[in-house]
Nanobody, 116 residues
Framework: QVQLVESGGGLVQPGGSLRLSCATSGITFSIYAMGWYRQAPGKQRELVADITSGDRSSYADSVKGRFTISRDNSKRTVYLEMNSLKPEDTAIYYC??????????WGQGTQVTVSS
């Protein structure tokens, strides 16, 4: 059974930092591309950052220079380091594992709220 479990979300003040983790099981993690997405209330889910099986990463323009995605194949976990957080970063953050279009698997999400 495939499982992706996000953790690390919470309430943080503007300018603060959080580190999200997505622990996986049931997949050969090292061959999957991993991505972080987010969905704010009333908005579509959007790609935040992704990282290939070969460790190449890419970012949405809105988070470049503030967020860093990384992976640890030995722990089958992908991370999202988020710095200089803004209120507009408030959303539910999801991780996704995929090889091309299919297969793809999603986690249940973790809430990030940036507010003073």
């Amino acid at each position: 059974q495939v499982q992706l479990v996000e953790s690390g979300g919470g309430l943080v003040q503007p300018g603060g930092s959080l580190r999200l983790s997505c622990a996986t099981s049931g997949i050969t993690f090292s061959i999957y591309a991993m991505g972080w997405y987010r969905q704010a209330p009333g908005k579509q889910r959007e790609l935040v950052a992704d990282i290939t099986s070969g460790d190449r990463s890419s970012y949405a323009d809105s988070v470049k220079g503030r967020f860093t995605i990384s992976r640890d194949n030995s722990k089958r976990t992908v991370y999202l380091e988020m710095n200089s957080l803004k209120p507009e970063d408030t959303a539910i953050y999801y991780c996704k594992a995929n090889i091309g279009t299919f297969p793809q698997y999603w986690g249940q999400g973790t809430q990030v709220t940036v507010s003073s």
